[in-house]
Nanobody, 121 residues
Framework: QVQLVESGGGLVQAGGSLRLSCAAS????????MAWYRQAQGKQRELVAA???????NYVDSVKGRFTISRDNAKNTVYLQMNSLEPEDTAVYYC???????????????WGQGTLVTVSS
């Protein structure tokens, strides 16, 4: 069984920074893409940033230049460094892993439980 455990959320003032972490545990051979999504109250879940096992990244326009996604393949961990936070960044942030290979599965998709980020003005 593969699990994603997020940490690092919390309350921060506008202009501040937070770093989210997401560690995958279980019998994992490899993970193709890892990503961060967020869902603000009353809105649909949106992709914030994604990174492949090779290090290619993409970001939603609203966070470009402020957020940086990175990963440690050896630790099956993905990070999201968030700088210059704005009240509009307030949301529950979810970690996602795609194309996870395990002894039993070739193409598993796994979600974390979410971590709340609140940015006060």
């Amino acid at each position: 069984q593969v699990q994603l455990v997020e940490s690092g959320g919390g309350l921060v003032q506008a202009g501040g920074s937070l770093r989210l972490s997401c560690a995958a545990s279980g019998s994992i051979f490899s993970i193709d893409a890892m990503a961060w999504y967020r869902q603000a109250q009353g809105k649909q879940r949106e992709l914030v940033a994604a990174i492949t096992s090779g290090g290619s990244t993409n970001y939603v326009d609203s966070v470009k230049g402020r957020f940086t996604i990175s990963r440690d393949n050896a630790k099956n961990t993905v990070y999201l460094q968030m700088n210059s936070l704005e009240p509009e960044d307030t949301a529950v942030y979810y970690c996602n892993a795609k194309a996870v290979r395990t002894p039993r599965y070739r193409n598993l998709e796994v979600w974390g439980q979410g971590t709340l980020v609140t940015v006060s003005s």
